[in-house]
């Protein structure tokens, strides 16, 4: 019987043979004799398919040209948080690393972010979309901000991962200032965390409190641990031991003060329906000597 990554990989395998038989041939100079780039529509190599087009380059302008003083400062600000966030991350791969030497164990494992695999197809499309769209128009507002030009804006396909461009002059580019250069560079990553930010303060402040009871959500069960079994994917944790839990740091404060082997009453909202379940502490694999339920809160 054919596995699922089998048919998977044949199904990409085919998708790819036809669209490079249709698009892949590609015009030539006859002077240089050297394959020309189309300026717009769809370009197929070896695995990677760029659509371009220039329906976007006016409503890009008129955006950089709304305040360009602001999308400057805009750019300055990303060139910051790039160079802080590299900071960040090479202190925090120092910090682990140095943990896991000095403990001699393994650090906590990590879960990639797989659309249709470890979080809903549509989240994770959406999320994408969200992010390259904002990535990529952010690029291109504060590269006309800085009156360098734009060739195209476009979407890829690089194998199986999609993505989104805008296309500036390279050559404009590489003369400009490095200031310039480097608020282009900063915008997409200023977007992003920009977004996030505001994404964050929607859903804390306007649509979480309509949507979700008081208490702690459970994403995901963990298998082996004391709450498999009792606890599913979707209860709502509202009391610990007959204490009140609304917020998450309500419940981290209440489970820091438990201990392995230590037995407690969970609250629970189970399809619209309350309940008390018991369940045996583990002991926490960040700490020993704290209890630990089993859980993915949210």
Do not use: C
């Not at 994404?199 to 804390?204: D, R, V």
């Amino acid at each position: 019987m054919v596995s699922t990554a089998v048919i998977v990989i044949m199904a990409i395998t085919v998708f790819w043979l036809v669209l490079y038989s249709l698009f892949g041939k590609k015009e030539i100079d006859p002077e240089t004799g050297e394959p020309i780039e189309k300026e717009e529509g769809l370009s197929v190599d070896f695995l990677i398919a760029m659509w371009r087009t220039k329906r976007l380059l006016g409503f890009i302008d008129r955006l950089s040209k709304l305040n360009p003083r602001f999308w400057k400062v805009y750019g300055d600000i990303g060139i910051a948080l790039g160079y802080m966030g590299m900071a960040y991350v090479f202190y925090a791969l120092f910090m682990t690393a140095l943990k896991t030497l000095q403990t001699k164990k393994s650090p906590s494992g990590v879960q990639l972010v797989i659309p249709g695999v470890t979080i809903p197809l549509w989240y994770g499309l959406i999320g994408l979309a969200v992010v390259m769209v904002v990535h990529e128009l952010s690029h291109g507002v504060v590269a006309r901000a800085e009156k360098l030009p734009l060739k195209s804006v476009g979407l890829v396909l690089l194998a199986v991962i999609p993505g989104a461009f805008v296309e500036p002059d390279e050559e404009k580019l590489s003369k400009a200032p490095l200031r310039s250069r480097l608020r282009v560079y900063g915008a997409g990553s200023m977007a992003n965390v920009t977004t996030a930010i505001i994404t964050a303060l929607i859903l804390s402040y306007a649509v979480t409190p309509l949507l979700v009871p008081d208490g702690i959500g459970v994403s995901e069960v963990i298998k082996g641990a004391p709450a498999d079994g009792v606890l599913h994917k979707g209860d709502v944790i509202v009391a610990i031991n007959g204490q009140s839990v609304k917020t998450m740091e309500e419940f981290i404060s209440l489970m820091n003060k438990t201990k392995p082997g230590e037995t407690i009453t969970l609250t629970v909202i189970r399809d619209g329906k309350e309940m008390n379940l018991k369940l045996t502490l583990a002991e926490n694999p960040e700490n020993p000597e704290k209890g630990f339920i089993g859980i993915r809160p949210t």
